[in-house]
């Protein structure tokens, strides 16, 4: 078996106080983006590099956290947010450009543990790999 993994952050872990909502916004926005979110059989939501679980009962181990996701243009970015809206996130800035630097073009969202969750496009970029592969030696 191969995986792709991306090519820089190893894995981003969220808890979620309501897994279910958590999982509805996170489906929508991801979506939106062209990227699928897996649930397994525990209940964990993964994504690329993003990994989701229940808090359960360790309330006081929440944070907060800003995770951007690549956008492959500006109708994408557009997308996100309107797709996030509808599956219960609250807007925390409109698509538009930003000023930190030219071309920067995003959205951002809270979700429902209130992370502050963006999707970004920051103009044409050729790649030199879309990911990196892993070869697991498992079937």
């Not at 939106?32 to 009962?57: K, N, T, V, Y």
């Not at 360790?58 to 500006?74: I, M, P, W, Y």
């Not at 994408?76 to 698509?95: E, I, K, S």
């Amino acid at each position: 078996m191969k995986l792709h993994q991306g090519r820089l952050i190893d894995h981003i872990h969220l808890r979620a106080r309501d897994l279910s909502a958590t999982a509805t916004f996170y489906r929508a926005v991801l979506g939106a983006l062209g990227i699928p979110l897996l649930a397994d059989e525990e209940g964990h939501l993964a994504c690329d590099e993003l990994w989701i679980d229940a808090l359960g009962e360790e309330s006081g181990a929440a944070t907060h956290v800003h995770l951007a996701f690549q956008a492959k243009d500006r109708e994408a970015v557009r997308l996100f947010h309107q797709a996030g809206l509808a599956a219960g996130g609250r807007d925390n800035g409109a698509p538009g450009e930003r000023s930190y630097h030219p071309g920067y073009y995003a959205a951002f969202l809270l979700d429902p543990d209130g992370n502050n969750i963006e999707a970004v496009f920051h103009g044409p970029a050729r790649r030199s790999a879309s990911s990196v592969v892993i070869d697991t030696g498992e079937a």
